[in-house]
């Protein structure tokens, strides 16, 4: 599902618009991403939890050449599935295999 499939079917359960649904959706992720800005988990009970993580700077090497190279330190952002989104998932390869 890509973000415009998304909007309409948002629009669709929620029985808004999908200007509507568009400007929520936008300001979900705005949300999100203001509170990852400031270091901040976003955290949403039994579905999961966006979190920033800090990388170390460590050695690797040039694929194409083997050669050492420096990569720095830095933030990635990481999701962590909860119970619920997890076995909502685990419940609907179930029924494919079922098939």
Request: hydrophobic share 45%.
């Amino acid at each position: 599902m890509n973000k415009t499939e998304l909007i309409d079917w948002i629009a669709e359960k929620a029985a808004l618009t999908k200007a509507e649904a568009g400007r929520a959706f936008e300001a979900v992720l705005a949300g999100i991403t203001e509170s990852l800005q400031n270091d901040d988990p976003v955290v949403i009970v039994n579905w999961g939890a966006f979190v920033v993580k800090q990388r170390a700077a460590r050695e690797g090497r040039n694929p194409l050449t083997g050669e050492k190279i420096k990569i720095n330190a830095s933030k990635v952002v990481s999701f962590k599935a909860g119970k619920a989104l997890r076995e909502a998932v685990k419940e609907a390869g179930k029924e494919d295999t079922k098939s």
